[in-house]
Every structure is written in C-alpha cells, then in structure tokens.
C-alpha cells in the first residue's frame, strides 16, 4: 500500500475511517441537490407554460445521458483514478445546476416560447448529465478499493445513507427557503457543491489501485452472468420508485386535495423527509450490523416497497402518503446496499470502477422509463394507478429477489 492511500486503508476494526467521513460530507451535498429539485420543478411546472409530460420528459432525455456517460466514468476511473473524476463529477454538478436554475428563472421571470424553454431546460440538463454523472460510479468504486469483501455490503449502505442523509437535508432546505423563492434553493445547493468540491481535492487520498491483468480498460458486459440479476434488480427498482416519485407533488394536489405551490411543495418535502429519515436510518442498522449480508437485503427490501406501493395507492391523507414513504425509504436502503454489495463482490478488485458505472447506469436507465410512465398513468388511469403498477412489480420482484444468488468471486 502507498503513502498516498494511507488514509484509506480497509481496517477490519475501523470501517468508518476519515476518508469515508469526508466522502460523505461530499455525497450528502450531491444527494441534496437532486433531491431538493423535487421541491423546486414540480410547482414551477404549469407557471412556465409547460406540460407534465414535458416534465417527465426533462429527466428521461438527460437521465439516458447520464446513465450512458457513468459506464465511461466508472471505466475510466479504473485507469486514471477516482478522486479525479469525483472532481469533474461536483464540478460538472454545480455548473449543470447553475445553467438549470438560470433557465427555471428564464421561464419564470420572462416570456419564452413553452417550447425554447423546454429545449433550455434539456440542454442544461444534458450538461449536468454529462459530467455530475461521474460522481456515483468513482464513489462506490472508492468505497470498494477501501473496504474488504465483507465489509462491502456495509461500504455500499455507506454511499446510500449519504444519498439518505442529502434527500433528507435537500427537501428540508428547500421547504425552509421556499420563502425567499422557490428557486432560491439551487443556489444554496450550488455553493456547497463548490465547498465540497475544494474540500475533497485538498483532504482526499487516492486509494492504492488495483491492476489489471491486462493493460486495456475494464468491461464488464451487461450480460455478464456475475452481475446479470443484480442490474435487472436495480433498473426495476428505480423505475418503480422514480414512475412515483416524479407524480408525487401532482398526486397530493390531485387525489390528497392539497392547494397551493408553496404547500404543495412543503408537502412534497415532507413525503421525501420521511423516506430519507428511514433509509438514513436503516443504512446505519445495516453498517453497524456486519452480519447482514446482500443476500438477506435483497429479500427484505423488495416486498417491503410492494407493500409500500399498496400503502400509497389506499392513502387519502397525508398520514398514508408519509407511511408509504418510509417504507420506501427502508426498501431503498436494504435494497440498493444489497444490490451494490452483491455486484461488487461477485467481481474482480480491478473491475470495481467498470461494475461501479454499470452499477450507476442500471439504475438511471430506470429513471429514463419512470419519468415517462408515471405521468402516462397518472393522465391515462387515474393518480392511484403508478402505485398500483408498483405494487404489482414489486410483488413480482420479490419473487426473483429470493432466486439471486450472490457468489465471492476472488478474496482481497
């Protein structure tokens, strides 16, 4: 092991070292900004003249970018690093986020055709896509050149609790500064994106890299049998959470019966609070206990989100609507820690930053198809109907989850 990894060293005893602490206070700030644009688009979205459809259309278009631009990020990082592509990744975050709050202030504070705003909005979208999108991949990567196998499952609930923590503190912000504007919030998220991104370059190490057998940059098909179930399982659950999340402000206005921008997006925030709290928490429960292995996640993350899918298609108040979501918030933590500790020990120590793009693409490829056919439900079917489906899936998914079997491929 080399000096410069010296503050990452996997210590059996010591897993919650300072290079980890300092990757989440960069992770955090990364998750609140995503999960604070959930509060800020939805009730800005009719104001500017534009469509649901459109709106969901938004995220696909720039999802597929992302999804595509994290397998080359995470390929990459297995060659020249991953602290520097964390760099590129909180750059190219506050840049795309400054381009997407300058075009939501366009379309409020102007006049633009429907149509140029939409195409602004994609655009700055696609810029964000393209370069915030080397974040995840070189993250879970970091976190696997720095913990052992059996701790995997522990460094991979680690990168959620993070998420966790950000979907919990962005919504909160963004609830709390509604008052100043509605868009003020990107701003804020901006600067500590900045901060962090000055923070990791100065503190950071680089973890010791592993080799490759050969010379050429990692690829790991996506029908590699290894990591086949763990994609599958990780595209369908992002589909059936993004199809009701993204619905979720027009669902409590539609079927709750809240009225208003502002409480509709308080609302909203209060909803994703709740989920956050409970995967926050449950992401701790699953590091503390070493003894929960992938395997048992998976079996426990996937009939909880089908039961809560039931949960919020029979809520009429928000007392259901904040059951729904924390039950989705502890499905979200056992499942993705699960399926990111399973994949990740199932294959080589060189091929960490190569499964970790596949790992960040899977997931957003179901956050292209959510976007589209949560709205289409909701229009078409009624606003019950996503979760509905959810359920349905889910139920479905829990079933496969029980046949995925995970197997150590090479001890460290």
Sequence with gaps: MTNSAMGAIADPDKFFTPDKALLLVCLVTYGMGQSVLFVVFPPLVETMGLTKTQFGLIFSISNIVLAIAAVYWGRLSDKVGRKPLLLVGLFGYAFGTSLLALTLEWGVRGTPAPLLLFGGIVLARLVYASLASAINPSASAYLADTTTREQRAQGMALLGMSSGIGTMLGPAMGGALAFISVIFPLYVVIGLSLMAMVLLAVK?????????????????????????????????????????????????????????????????????????????????????????????????????????????????????????????????????????????????????????????????????????????????????????????????????????????QKTD
């Design 204 to 408: 950071l190490k680089e973890p010791e890299k592993h080799e490759s057998p050969t010379t050429e940059t990692t690829k790991i098909s996506w029908l590699d049998p290894r990591v086949r179930p763990f994609l599958l399982l990780f595209f369908f659950f992002w589909m059936g959470f993004m199809m009701n999340q993204i619905i979720v402000a027009f669902y409590l206005e539609q079927h709750i019966g809240i009225k208003g921008d502002a409480n509709v997006a308080r609302a909203a925030a209060s909803a994703l609070v709740a989920m956050a709290i409970w995967a926050t928490g449950m992401q701790f429960f699953i590091i503390k206990r070493k003894s929960l292995g992938p395997q048992q996640m998976l079996r426990i993350g996937f009939p909880v989100f089908a039961i809560g899918a039931m949960t919020l298609y029979f809520a009429t108040s928000m007392i259901g609507i904040w059951v729904a979501f924390s039950l989705f918030g502890i499905s979200m933590a056992m499942a993705n820690a699960g399926i990111a500790g399973g994949a990740s020990i199932s294959v080589e120590p060189h091929e960490q930053g190569a499964i970790g793009g596949l790992l960040s693409a899977a997931p957003i490829f179901g956050m292209v198809i959510g976007p589209l056919i949560g709205p289409a439900l909701f229009d078409f079917y009624g606003p019950q109907a996503p979760a509905l489906v959810a359920a349905i899936t889910f139920t479905l998914l829990s079933i496969y989850a029980f046949t995925v079997k995970v197997s150590v």
